[in-house]
């Protein structure tokens, strides 16, 4: 009541304010105009625009003031850095809010893994939301560290920063009725539900509407994006570090349209991060691709803010709270400072550090790999031609091709780097199962030695690609002594290591520390012949996905999404 009264009173000039930025050009992202205003904050609460008299005054100089930005879907664990070192990265983008979905770390360690991310982000200069998981597993057809039930989720709803349930990905279970499944949509029924609609056709689309579910950020084509908007639906355009999708769907914005749309990065490493931004690169894209600066801007603030029912974010405007940006210049989104409730967080480049909490030893110790032979390793392939995994570059999805494989004098798969074509491994890490998918890829282009990762979507068992069984057996070996994280291995020595042992998928480190050790991973991809148009790593971590099309490799084989099934290498 106290800070209620405050506010009224300074709005009313009855009392200065705690703040005034005076001589700023204001975006108004209800009109879309830019208006000469003061900003007048009281208790880190927007009170009032118009001529006001503060305690403290900033003079914003000529530059925009606009309001900070929100982030509407990102997987923290694909920076591979803690939530409290996450937001240090990512503030200096002028990102205050993001809405995250702790899947994959609740794919490893369950509740636990959920209740360590809400931990660690709580003391931390930025609003981090969280959606819960709603699928893990994601699919029976692979074995994950844990298993969420709706019983298991329901208790996350009481916490004041969950929003809702998160990407439905196991779209047979929805459409089936799947008593669990609708026991977690019913739960969330008076929360948001977010969807994941990779692929589906129309009737689908009405499935999922029907059952709550409200957004969609696998869309790939204007058209698919505007199938979701006429059900109602809110589309998140993603640039992530594999999945670029902003080009392809941005023709779909119209000024009818636009309030359905925002900007999410999704899956972003840290180095991407740093170097292109978060979404106020989609921002900078949209603006490149002839979308109004002051529309791009609604996009990643007001609509998210709409979209999930943060009805005190996403403007400049009185009651709102104070997260804004002042900007040197409005068409390049040039950052020069970052408020969060009225207090300057990150100014060139600099943040205000949170505080970090430790993981438990049940986080630390995620990785219980069997002892490799070559002969766990061999891929009996009958006939000439063999299913194959073929990438396609910066995009998550994948073709099911089949492809003429050499083999050796057992019949057994052989790689060439001539066709392009290596082995693949998949091997649980969780349960001491003992169980090996192996398959073939295409389009890794490395010429030598292997890369292996324990940041494998959904399940995030261990994921290799190699040309010889000697190398990948030593990647096995190296990530078990890192407890997790990636590694490229030459002529069975580690010529590059990235240690992740929080789970297999976070670094205890600070995200210039990891940085560094990418660094070293991307001399260690070159020096094996990989290309730099994508990213094997970020590429690689995508093909056990068994929910994304076309063919995947899971723990337990080959899976054809299409088909819902488990194949055969040579069917």
């Not at 503030?91 to 509740?111: F, K, Q, W, Y």
């Not at 979308?291 to 009185?318: H, R, Y």
């Not at 104070?322 to 020069?336: M, Q, R, T, V």
Request: with cysteine; net charge negative.
């Amino acid at each position: 009541m106290e800070k209620l009264t405050r506010r009224v009173q300074a709005a009313a000039g009855k009392r200065p304010a705690d703040l005034v930025i005076k001589n700023g050009i204001v975006l108004d992202s209800y009109n879309l105009e830019l208006i000469k205003t003061d900003v007048a904050i009281v208790d880190g609460v927007i009170a009032g625009l118009g001529d006001f008299e503060g305690h403290h005054i900033i003079d914003a100089d000529g530059k925009y003031i606009v309001p900070s930005l929100i982030d509407a879907r990102v997987h923290i664990e694909s920076a591979m850095v803690t939530p409290s070192e996450f937001a240090n990265a990512v503030l200096p983008c002028g990102v205050t809010t993001i809405v995250t979905d702790p899947h994959e770390i609740a794919n490893v360690c369950g509740s636990e893994g959920i209740s360590y991310m809400l931990q660690d982000s709580e003391n931390v200069p930025m609003n981090i939301f969280f959606m819960l998981p709603s699928s893990v597993p994601s699919t029976s057809f692979e074995n994950s560290g844990a298993t969420l039930s709706a019983e298991d989720l329901k208790p996350f709803y009481e916490h004041s920063r969950v929003l809702g349930l998160a990407e439905v990905m196991d779209y047979p279970s929805v459409a089936h009725t799947s008593p669990s499944m609708i026991q977690k949509l019913f739960d969330a029924q008076n929360k948001k539900i977010d969807g994941h609609a990779a692929g589906l056709h129309s009737n689908a689309l009405n499935i999922y509407k029907s059952a709550g579910i409200t957004t969609d950020h696998e869309c790939i084509t204007a058209e698919e994006a505007l199938e979701r908007i006429k059900r109602g639906m809110y589309v998140f355009i993603r640039e992530g570090s594999v999945a670029k999708n902003l080009k392809q769907l941005i023709p779909a914005v119209t000024e009818r349209n636009a309030r359905r749309f925002m900007f999410c990065t999704d899956d972003k490493h840290i180095d991407d991060l740093i170097n292109e931004g978060s979404v106020d690169h989609n921002i900078r894209l949209a603006i490149q691709e002839g979308v109004d600066p002051l529309l791009a801007i609604q996009m990643a603030s007001l609509n998210v803010a709409e979209c999930f029912g943060l009805s005190t974010k996403g403007a400049i405007a009185p009651g709102l709270d104070a997260d804004f940006l002042l900007l040197d210049d409005i068409e390049s989104f040039s950052i020069s400072h970052v408020y969060r409730a009225g207090e300057l967080v990150a100014e060139s480049g600099k943040t205000k550090m949170g505080t970090k909490v430790t993981p438990s030893n049940r986080i630390t110790s995620s990785v219980h790999l069997p002892t490799l032979r070559k002969d766990h390793l061999n891929l009996a392939v009958s006939k000439e031609e063999a299913n194959v995994i073929e990438l396609i570059p910066n995009q998550i999805v994948t073709k099911a091709r089949k492809l003429t494989v050499d083999h050796d004098e057992n019949g057994g798969f052989v790689s060439c780097s001539r066709k392009d074509l290596m082995k693949l491994a998949v091997i649980e890490r969780h349960h001491h199962t003992g169980n090996i998918g192996l398959g073939v890829v295409k389009g890794f282009q490395f010429h030598d030695g292997a890369i292996a990762t324990t940041v494998g979507h959904d399940s995030h068992n261990l994921i290799m690609a190699g040309t010889n069984d000697e190398d990948m057996i030593k990647a096995a070996e190296v990530i078990q002594e890192m407890q997790g994280g990636l590694a490229v291995i030459r002529g069975k020595k580690v010529i590059g290591k990235l240690p992740l042992p929080i789970a297999g998928l976070l670094s205890d480190k600070d995200y210039p520390t990891v940085i560094e050790e990418l660094e070293e991973i991307e001399k260690a991809l070159k020096e094996i012949g990989a290309p730099d148009h994508f990213n094997p790593f970020l590429t690689l971590s995508f093909l056990s996905l068994p929910v994304i099309p076309e063919l995947k490799l899971t723990d337990l084989g080959l899976f054809h999404v299409g088909e819902f099934r488990h194949i055969n290498i040579d069917e």
